[in-house]
């Protein structure tokens, strides 16, 4: 072989090594999950996506939710075709949460080139601070209820505080957590934009939170928030029809749909983390089914596919709501005139409707279905009642109560102005045996008023008149006497004071 024929071969051989040098580095830099923007850049997103999705049912203290895990094993399987790789935990006491949400700051949130998807079905609580500002809380199987162990609470529940330095301790360049249970709190000041186009600021970094609603609304277990998330990855949520989903379109679609579907009985809230550091990229939700690392965010082929999903979906709108609201059970006629009545009468009032009463019927159970309006009232679907979510600010007397239900007339509070006092039976349908809080009706109205007037009246002479009242702190149905000095008379149960708050009622047609 001459020399030249060596060089050649040698400066081959380099040539080569070079080529596979620099296609191997190009196929390592341009691997991931990438899409091309409108204006027809290439945007790089993420390496991989990750998620761990956490659900709690079997509460030792709390009520039980039967469907939360079964939630999160739909979300977990929904989020495996979108390509995520998912991380599943049930029931974690509280060193297990603690220890979960550890890994993903210390181990998954490692990765700077990752998408990190945080979800929890499961209690929420909230507290009220020395400031006035209100803390939320996620609740792990073990913890105890607030009012009754407030240390052990502290000890084992996960504050919104824990929830936020966490994603301040996440390095990966996209964190989306998404909470199945109502609070509030400082975390969730939340600034709010609207969805844009895919553009190569949506790749910076970005910590978004999506709650299912704020404090004091009730999450039935069988979750709408859920069955909206799952519609909305389907391509609901792509509203600006590029063929992907983003945390903001996400949060935007679940807090109409969810109000929609709970008659305003939800209010969920969404946006950025208010940091200017965290606040500029959005989480794009990339499926497999494009069968491509790289897919544009216009592909007509795909369009076409969700434009038949659409169209499915909107026929399904009524399949939806029907399969997603807890069915409310069977509709029940109160006595809404006022009247006389006797100590037996109300014995075998709260008999006849299973209402709860601590000393005449301790076991009663009547099955309200409660919604917020969104306007300070109420609605029981049961009884098809309308109340105030809160009442008077103070205590008055029965002459004041009547005055405080004209001037709600007179003001047509909340729009109507057909308000009145309840009758007993209609004011004792809402005291509950077991509450989180520290009164026997459900947490969705305001606790300010422990005693309330009712329209109904017992014995009665020139000198005073007994009037029935529900004390929702100590869950029993008493009576007071009335006169026009405002004094009041021996009671065979209770002695009270004339005052009581007022909860105004409204019947609906």
Request: glycine letters at 6%; a neutral charge; proline letters at 4%.
């Amino acid at each position: 072989m001459c020399v030249k024929q060596v060089y050649r071969d040698i400066l081959s051989t380099l040539l080569l090594l070079a080529f596979l040098s620099t296609t191997s580095y190009l196929f390592a830099a341009t691997r991931g999950i990438k899409v091309v923007s409108r204006d027809g850049q290439p945007l790089y997103l993420y390496k991989d996506y990750h998620a761990v999705v956490i659900g709690v049912s079997d509460y030792d203290h709390w009520p039980k939710l039967p469907n939360a895990v079964k939630d999160t094993e739909e979300v977990a399987d929904k989020l495996r075709e979108l390509g995520f790789q998912v991380k599943l935990v049930a029931n974690p006491d509280s060193q297990q949460l603690k220890s979960t949400l550890s890994e993903i700051a210390r181990r998954l949130g490692t990765e700077k080139n990752r998408a990190l998807l945080l979800y929890y079905a499961g209690h929420g609580e909230t507290t009220t601070l020395a400031d006035g500002t209100e803390l939320g809380y996620i609740i792990p199987k073990d913890c105890p209820l607030q009012n009754l162990d407030p240390f052990g609470f502290d000890s084992k529940a996960v504050s919104m505080k824990e929830i936020e330095m966490l994603a301040l301790k996440v390095k990966s360049k996209h964190m989306l957590a998404l909470f199945d249970s109502c609070f509030s709190g400082s975390l969730f000041a939340l600034s709010r934009v609207a969805p844009a186009e895919i553009s190569e600021k949506s790749a910076k970094p970005v910590r978004q939170f999506i709650t299912a609603g704020g404090a004091e609304e009730t999450v039935s277990d069988r979750s709408i928030f859920k069955v909206c998330l799952l519609r909305g990855l389907d391509g609901e949520a792509d509203y600006n029809r590029d063929g992907y989903v983003t945390g903001s379109e996400l949060g935007m679609y679940l807090q109409t749909e969810v109000v929609n579907y709970t008659r305003g009985g939800q209010h969920p809230q969404y946006g950025k983390l208010n940091n200017p550091y965290l606040d500029r990229g959005d989480f794009i939700f990339v499926s497999r089914a494009s069968g491509a690392e790289t897919t544009s965010a216009f592909p007509e082929h795909r369009n076409q596919h969700l434009a038949r999903e659409r169209e499915k979906l909107k026929k399904d709108k009524d399949k939806l709501e029907l399969a997603s609201i807890p069915k409310t059970v069977a509709k029940v006629s109160l006595r809404n005139n006022s009247k006389s009545l006797t100590e037996k009468h109300i014995r075998d009032m709260l008999v006849k409707y299973d209402f709860f009463e601590r000393d005449w019927n301790p076991r009663g159970s009547f099955s309200n279905d409660f919604i917020d309006n969104g306007d300070r009232t109420i609605t029981d679907r049961t009884t098809r009642l309308t109340w105030q979510r809160g009442g008077s600010g103070e205590p008055r007397a029965m002459r004041n109560a009547m005055a405080y239900i004209r001037e709600l007339n007179q003001e047509r509070f909340a729009g109507y102005s057909d308000w009145r006092l309840p009758t007993i039976e209609e004011l004792a349908s809402l005291l509950k045996r077991e509450t989180k809080s520290r009164q026997h009706i459900d947490p969705i109205f305001d606790n300010l008023q422990k005693q309330c007037w009712s329209a109904d009246s017992g014995s009665e002479d020139k000198y005073r008149r007994e009037v029935f009242v529900v004390n929702f702190e100590e869950g029993r149905v008493i009576s007071v006497y009335t006169s026009p000095w405002g004094e009041h008379g021996p009671l065979s149960l209770h002695t009270v004071m004339d005052e009581n708050y007022v909860r105004a009622v409204r019947s609906n047609k």
